[in-house]
């Protein structure tokens, strides 16, 4: 059964053979100018495709084009799409039907009457019929069908008919007088010398009014009311924010030795949303800000956010980056302070993290002197692994891939140390064998690195025995575990211990003697965030 009446005048396709613009800059073009719907023709589409097809979905959604997938009806399911367009060479119209369900479109081609006589059309709701005119756009098109040809279709099909193929601006009043319902175009668009007046003159035609064209977080006060949320809604019980969102700036409460630290994120450098959700973005974003925090002893206080957000992100995903950071911010008990939202190229997340200092000591790096030993707060490597895992697409390893998507800001350990009034500690967010390098030469002493003393983990030994790594490597290399580096007198150490069994010595700290680090694993290098 079939419910469904689809607006057809003017049908645009996607353009996947044109060195112009991509399918999303095409479709925004023709939404923007008028289209009724969008069909995505992807002959070659890829995974990597997925995030352009579903921004090019939300787009029609917000602005009430309909989305229509070509070929490809459980592509069509997963963006949510419309429907689906089948041609004679694609799957039946029946099954797509009974797998979108009756409110989906189901458009089929017919390029002429004989392919019409072979066609069951009872599912359908529309018929694509040509190529009307010449075409350059699909080399197995077949003769052109001209006007005739349109309206024998039109007389004999009894659905609704978009006439394709070779259609201008010009052609278009012929094409529905012949019978058709409207134009479906592609080349006359995309390959114009200017194609958003190309698709102007199509929509003046097709009898179609300009759009104004939004972004999903157009209404960008209402994302960041939503996100916020407002004086008294139990998100701020300790009543840090005295103006918060809504206004140009926050005043806050008065903090006792304030500590501040930024930090940025981009899409590609620092995440991929192939391997990690918008949740699982947003969560780790906030937890390398407050990891900063907890490597100098300070009590998180607030964060404050910046995004920006490239046409690929919707607002539900900007939902789930926020519901990422409040998870980070509910696990150390602070607020969002406010932020910004802005339209960008990439995905990217910029941090401010407010802290409150310890009362008496304040760890830096430069605070090791030789005879001390170099101590991590818990394992290395696991998160290193774990993107390894990701970028192979290997789930042998669940807690590995955990501990690359969920790292924790170290404030238990933090605790501890700053207990042990320990002075020289740094998070290690670039990796051990970088990190090392730049305690020692903040300290000026040369560390010599000793990681046989690790405790055993089985999960990550059976990665490293699987991918013949040597653990050593991964665990020097590997930043993202967000542990803390340390550095203070043996006899300290055998009481943190006790309080933190996860804790270990990586290394000693020696007078300087000309090298900052020894004791590196050959072929380090520290895992760069570089692309
Ligand atoms: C609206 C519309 N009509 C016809 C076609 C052509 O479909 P098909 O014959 O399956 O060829 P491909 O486009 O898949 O190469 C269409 N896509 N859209
Ligand atoms: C997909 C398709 N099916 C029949 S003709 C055609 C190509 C239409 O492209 P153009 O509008 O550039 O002629
Ligand atoms: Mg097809």
């Known amino acids: ?12 396709i996607t353009d996947d053979g044109t060195s112009g613009s991509g399918p999303l800059e095409q479709a925004k073009i023709a939404i923007a100018a008028g289209a009724t719907v969008v069909q995505y023709r992807n002959k070659a589409f890829s995974d990597p ?13 917000i602005h009430g084009v309909r989305f229509i997938v070509n070929d490809d009806m459980i592509l069509a399911r997963a963006l949510g799409a419309d429907g689906v367009h089948l041609g004679q060479q694609d799957a039946d119209p029946a099954l797509a039907r009974q797998i979108l369900g009756p409110g989906a479109v189901v458009g089929v081609s017919a390029a002429n009457l004989e392919e019409l006589a072979r066609t069951d059309t009872a599912p359908c709701d529309y018929l694509g019929t040509g190529p009307v005119f010449a075409t350059g756009t699909k080399a197995d098109a077949g003769e052109a069908i001209g006007l005739h040809g349109l309206s024998e279709v039109v007389r004999r099909s009894g659905l609704p008919v978009v006439a394709i193929g070779g259609i201008f601006p010009e052609s278009v009043e012929a094409c529905m007088e012949s019978g058709a319902d409207g134009v479906a175009v592609i080349s006359a668009i995309t390959r114009a010398d200017d194609p958003a007046a190309a698709a102007a003159r199509f929509a003046a035609a097709c009898g179609t009014r300009p759009r104004v064209l939004q972004t999903p977080w157009q209404d960008e006060f209402l994302l960041i009311d939503q996100i916020l949320g407002q004086p008294g809604d139990g998100r701020d019980p300790q009543g840090l924010l005295q103006v918060g969102a809504g206004d140009d700036a926050a005043l806050l409460a ?6 501040i630290t930024t930090d940025t994120q981009h899409e590609n450098i620092h995440f991929r949303r192939f391997w990690q959700s918008f949740f699982e973005i947003g969560y780790k974003a906030a937890e390398t800000a407050f990891s900063d925090l ?7 206080l607030a964060l404050f956010v910046n995004l920006s957000l490239p046409a690929t992100v919707s607002r539900e995903n900007v939902t789930e980056i926020y519901q990422g950071i409040r998870k980070s911010l509910a696990a150390c008990g602070a607020v969002l ?19 409150s200092g310890h009362g008496r000591i304040f760890p830096v790096r430069s605070a090791a002197r030789p005879g001390f030993g170099l101590y991590v707060t818990g394992p290395l490597g696991r998160a290193r692994a774990g993107l390894e895992c990701l970028m192979q697409g290997d789930f042998a390893f669940p807690g590995l891939v955990e501990a690359f998507k969920y790292p924790m800001a170290r404030f238990d350990a933090a605790a501890v140390l700053a207990d042990h009034r320990v002075a020289c500690v740094m998070d290690i967010s670039d990796g051990l064998a970088g990190d090392v390098g730049h305690l020692a030469q903040a300290s000026g002493i040369t560390a010599v690195l000793d990681l046989c003393r690790a ?47 996860g804790a270990f010595c990586v290394g000693t700290c020696r007078a300087y003697n000309g090298e900052s680090v020894r004791g590196l694993p050959e072929a380090i290098e520290s895992f760069g965030h570089t692309a």
């Not at 059964?1 to 645009?12: E, G, S």
């Not at 579903?54 to 959604?61: E, N, T």
């Not at 008065?254 to 500590?259: E, G, S, Y």
């Not at 907890?294 to 998180?300: D, G, H, L, S, W």
């Open 1 to 12: 059964m079939k419910n469904t009446r689809i607006d057809l005048r003017f049908y645009f």
């Open 49 to 61: 495709d997925f995030n352009e097809a579903q921004a090019i979905a939300q787009m029609c959604a």
């Open 254 to 259: 008065d903090i006792a030795r304030p500590v």
């Open 294 to 300: 907890a490597a100098c002893y300070a009590r998180p």
């Open 337 to 355: 302070g406010g932020g910004n939202v802005s339209s960008g190229q990439d995905l990217a997340i910029d941090m401010f993290a407010v802290g």
């Open 455 to 501: 405790p055993a983990d089985p999960e990550f030994a059976s990665f490293c025995e699987k991918y013949q790594k040597p653990p050593a490597d991964v665990m020097a290399e590997g930043g993202e575990d967000y542990e803390l580096l340390f550095a203070c007198p043996p006899e300290v150490f055998a009481a943190i211990g006790r309080k933190l069994p």
